[in-house]
């Protein structure tokens, strides 16, 4: 059974740096696009950043110039580095992967982490 499992979360003030790291696991074959979403209290979950097998990212325009997404292939793990932290990034952050394994018969499913909280204080 797949699993993506984050890491990471915690409290800090505004200004200070936080990194995620989400680790897939379970008979993979392969994992096509890696990312991060985010949902605050009482706010729709929201794309903050993805990244391809290739490598080719993307970002949400409020965390651009702030956040970093990256990926490490062999490890199945995809990191989301958060840097000038602000009190509007407080949220519960979940990773989500398009993966192939042997369980889905190597079709390509979407999977999603249970969240990650992260909360920035003023």
């Known amino acids: 059974q797949v699993q993506l499992v984050e890491s990471g979360g915690g409290l800090v003030q505004a200004g200070g740096s936080l990194r995620l790291s989400c680790a897939a696991s379970g008979n993979i074959v392969s994992i096509n696009a890696m990312g991060w979403y985010r949902q605050a209290p009482g706010k729709q979950r929201e794309l903050v950043a993805a990244?391809?097998?290739?490598?080719?990212?993307n970002y949400a325009d409020s965390v651009k110039g702030r956040f970093t997404i990256s990926r490490d292939n062999a490890k199945n793990t995809v990191y989301l580095q958060m840097n000038s932290l602000k009190p509007e990034d407080t949220a519960i952050y979940y990773c989500?992967?398009?993966?192939?394994?042997?369980?889905?018969?190597?079709?390509?499913?979407?999977?999603w982490g249970k969240g990650a909280l992260v909360t920035v204080s003023s």
């Open positions: 990244i391809t097998s290739g490598g080719s990212t």
């Open positions: 989500n992967a398009d993966i192939k394994s042997i369980a889905s018969m190597m079709l390509l499913v979407n999977y």
